[in-house]
């Protein structure tokens, strides 16, 4: 079945760097699209962007920009999320969560990841 | 402040039925498909209605969903406790050139 499986929580001061995966399986990585999507202690859903995994050219949302880095494996089908010089305010669950998109529209998101919580605490 | 505009929270009584609405702009809801994801305490959001109104393999049709010009609405019927999540409406904002969500609502069975 089509599964995304994350990598685990990460504990990380202010300044240092993370890098959450995305492991996909069940699909042919290369036609669907992987999204971000961060999730802040008690609140709501933001996208972050995604990737091309055709192509591997990323896109990123307002506020995303910068310390956000999306790249690929496309010899493990596995997406990963960086983040660099963190800030408390980083603190949050981040998913990946597969979407295709044709020229003219796109399908939801569908599946997500299981969510990786990133605690930033010195 | 979220793009889309959902209730902070809802409840309803076991069996009973219950509306979520979500209202947006012609920019986002007036002009794109609406989809609804469930999430379930502690949980990764799941898909629950896509394409306004469709249904994805598995999901119960006491879940339904509508539009209508700007806005949208989930319908959740024949209430279970185990409904009790939070519930967010998203979908592409053609100015923005973003996804977006609702805030979320938190639906309770009394």
């Known amino acids: 079945q089509v599964q995304l499986v994350q990598s685990g929580s990460e504990l990380k001061k202010p300044g240092a760097s993370v890098k959450v995966s995305c492991k996909a399986s069940?699909?042919?990585?290369?036609?669907?699209?992987m999204n971000w999507v961060r999730q802040a202690p008690g609140q709501g859903l933001e996208w972050m962007g995604w990737?091309?995994?055709?192509?591997?050219?990323?896109t990123y949302a307002q506020g995303f920009t910068g310390r956000f880095v999306f790249s690929l494996d496309t010899s493990v089908s596995t997406a990963y999320l960086q983040i660099s010089s963190l800030k408390a305010e980083d603190t949050a669950v981040y998913y990946c969560?597969?979407?295709?998109?044709?020229?003219?529209?796109?399908?939801?998101?569908?599946?997500w990841g299981q969510g990786t919580l990133v605690t930033v605490s010195s | 402040q979220s793009v889309l505009t959902q209730p902070p929270s809802v409840s309803a009584a076991p069996g009973q039925k219950v509306t979520i609405s979500c209202s947006g702009s012609?920019?986002?809801?007036?002009?794109?498909?609406i989809s609804w994801y469930q999430q379930l305490p502690g949980t990764a959001p799941k898909l629950l209605i896509y394409?306004?109104?469709k249904r994805p393999s598995g999901i119960p049709d006491r879940f339904s969903g509508s539009k209508s010009g700007t806005s949208a609405t989930l319908g959740i019927t024949g209430l279970q406790t185990g409904d009790e999540a939070d519930y967010y409406c998203?979908?592409?904002?053609?100015?923005?050139?973003?996804?977006?969500f609702g805030g979320g609502t938190k639906l309770t069975v009394l």
């Open positions: 969560a597969r979407r295709y998109c044709s020229s003219s529209s796109c399908s939801p998101f569908d599946p």
């Open positions: 069940g699909y042919t990585f290369s036609t669907y699209a």
């Open positions: 990737i091309n995994t055709n192509s591997g050219n990323p």
């Open positions: 012609s920019s986002n809801i007036g002009n794109n498909y």
């Open positions: 394409d306004n109104n």
């Open positions: 998203g979908t592409w904002d053609s100015s923005l050139s973003a996804e977006v």
